[in-house]
């Protein structure tokens, strides 16, 4: 069973720092890019940032300058440091994975989500 387990969630105020964590453990894994995204209530889902096996980065314009995303190659982990958080980042953030896993192929695989919210 391929896993990405997500940590970090929780609640802060404006202009406060969050580190959101996530780890991909299977089967012969072989991960290719990561990324996160999130969703507010009534909100679609959108990508926050992402980044690729060779650290290659991207962000959504509104938070550039204020977040990075950085991976662990050997600890198949990636990160989101979060910081001068504001209310409109409430919500759940979703981490996802590219990779490939022995028997199964190359697919996409997403987290269990955490929450954040930033109170005003």
């Known amino acids: 069973q391929v896993q990405l387990v997500e940590s970090g969630g929780g609640l802060v105020q404006a202009g406060g720092s969050l580190r959101l964590s996530c780890a991909a453990s299977?089967?012969?894994?072989?991960?290719?890019?990561m990324g996160w995204y999130r969703q507010a209530p009534g909100k679609q889902r959108e990508s926050v940032a992402t980044i690729t096996s060779n650290s290659l980065t991207t962000y959504t314009e509104s938070v550039k300058g204020r977040f990075t995303i950085s991976r662990d190659n050997a600890k198949n982990t990636v990160y989101l440091q979060m910081n001068s958080l504001q209310p409109e980042d409430t919500a759940v953030y979703y981490c996802?994975?590219?990779?490939?896993?022995?028997?199964?192929?190359?697919?996409?695989?997403w987290g269990q989500g955490t929450q954040v919210t930033v109170s005003s």
């Open positions: 996802n994975a590219d990779m490939y896993v022995l028997g199964i192929g190359r697919r996409d695989y």
């Open positions: 299977g089967r012969a894994i072989s991960i290719n890019s």
